[in-house]
């Protein structure tokens, strides 16, 4: 089945610092990349929508200087937090869409294991 | 706007009693639904999706849902729990098309009684 592989799974950084997050699908093309946020016993939080070779649409409310994502290629989409503080401390989770259709007319998305984020 | 609803937070049931999780939802039109587990500080595991078809959907590890549309409900069932359920449940609705969005519910943590 399909399988999504988010890098790092735990990240610790100093404030001020940047963090890259990778997320790749492994044995699929995924078209569309969403990240998550997940801050403690939350739900999950759209943070923004991201198609290969295009700008990713960022919900409202996200900063997108702070949280910059790359979808260059059909297999890997990077989230970047920049000059972290304490408050992007969070989970935070990829999911991907493969191309195409399902015979049910839909796609399910796939997600990877996440990636746990403290700053310090 | 699309919006989820699992109205309870924390539920609690004894091991291998039966065991029902409420989702409610809200979309403006045929919704594609889905239940979500997560253990802690894991990514989330597909349980089952509801797409069209027959209204009560089968998933993995023994759970079944029900499509009820005129009640905007999607509830998870399972007959007998085990301990390794103890988990965090999300309901989640979406729709198909390109940049389609799914949304999720803020979860039900299940916690199982010895």
């Known amino acids: 089945g399909a399988v999504v592989s988010q890098h790092p799974s735990r990240v610790i950084c100093k404030s001020g610092t940047s963090v890259k997050i990778e997320c790749r699908s492994l044995d699929f093309q995924a078209t569309t990349m969403f990240w998550y946020r997940q801050f403690p016993k939350k739900s999950l939080m759209l943070m923004a929508t991201?198609?290969?070779?295009?700008?990713?649409?960022?919900e409202q409310g996200v900063e997108k200087d702070k949280f910059l994502i790359n979808h260059a290629s059909l297999t890997l989409s990077t989230l970047t937090v920049t000059s972290a503080h304490p408050e992007d401390s969070s989970f935070y989770i990829c999911s991907a869409r493969g191309y195409g259709r399902s015979p049910s007319g839909a796609n399910v998305l796939t997600f990877g294991a996440g990636s746990r984020l403290t700053v310090l | 706007a699309q919006s989820v609803t699992q109205p309870d937070i924390h539920i609690t049931v004894s091991e291998g009693a039966s065991l029902e999780l409420r989702c409610n939802y809200s979309?403006?039109?045929?919704?594609?639904l889905f239940w979500y587990v997560q253990s802690p500080g894991q990514g989330l595991q597909l349980l089952l999706k509801y797409f069209s078809g027959d209204t009560l959907v089968q998933g993995i590890k023994g759970f079944e849902a029900e499509f009820k549309r005129s009640q905007s409900s999607f509830n998870l069932r399972k007959p007998s729990v085990h301990w390794s359920d103890a988990a965090e449940y999300f309901c989640?609705?979406?729709?198909?098309?390109?940049?389609?969005?799914?949304?999720f519910g803020k979860g039900t943590r299940l916690h199982i009684l010895p």
């Open positions: 989640a609705v979406g729709a198909f098309n390109r940049d389609d969005k799914i949304i």
């Open positions: 979309y403006g039109a045929t919704p594609y």
């Open positions: 991201s198609n290969e070779g295009s700008k990713a649409t960022y």
